[in-house]
């Protein structure tokens, strides 16, 4: 009479279910840790990117800073161009599109404190008695959140008595500066994102 074999898995099924089992389980985690660092690697990438998109967007609004005089009822006149440490305010050639035509006062500053502050520029229609409107009566546009500190600094002569030289704030300077050095931090998934770029301004 012929024996009946038992039920179950031998011993040797047993290690080979075992040993397939733990390769796929290696495999499917290997695959996991590097889709997570292409992910951590594309968040990285796109902060930096969002870093430089800010400096240009700095850099290309400054670039179009305009030469011009406010006429002052005593002394002579001084240049359109207030520089802070943290905004700048200018008077700029507009490019038409969506803004308005001609000159327009613009400004481009921190908006907002600690970790809510963000990159904002202010514009308006240019008109001498208006150059130092409040921003809540200008046209706000935010460019870019996450912001973690914005540094402006200006090179020039304040006026033909003094040397060029750079400084932290340009106010009531004879004639615009002539490099702004402009460096930024954004907030990134994985620390401070730091870029800096240095613009040169048209002169009269």
Request: charged share 25%; aromatic share 6%; glycine share 10%.
């Amino acid at each position: 009479m012929k024996r009946r074999a038992p039920d179950g898995f031998t011993l040797l099924e047993l290690l080979v279910a075992l040993s397939l089992l733990s390769l796929i389980i290696v495999a499917l985690a290997g695959g996991l840790r590097i889709g997570t660092r292409a992910w951590e690697s594309g968040r990285t990438s796109a902060s930096i990117d969002d870093a430089e998109l800010a400096v240009r967007s700095i850099a290309g609004q400054i670039e179009r800073a305009f030469p011009t005089d406010l006429r002052r009822a005593q002394g002579a006149p001084v240049a359109a161009f207030r520089g802070e440490a943290e905004n700048c305010r200018f008077v700029a050639l507009s490019e038409g599109d969506a803004q308005w035509g001609g000159l327009v006062t613009t400004e481009i500053g921190v908006e907002g404190a600690g970790r809510r502050q963000s990159l904002s520029a202010w514009t308006q229609v240019f008109r001498e008695g208006d150059f130092e409107a409040a921003r809540d009566a200008m046209r706000a546009t935010r460019l870019i959140g996450n912001l973690a500190y914005l540094r402006l600094s200006y090179y020039g002569a304040l006026d033909a008595t003094h040397p060029p030289q750079w400084r932290e704030t340009w106010r009531d300077a004879a004639a615009p500066p002539r490099l702004v050095s402009v460096r930024i931090g954004l907030i990134g998934q994985k620390g401070l994102i730091e870029t800096a770029a240095t613009i040169e301004l048209r002169q009269r």
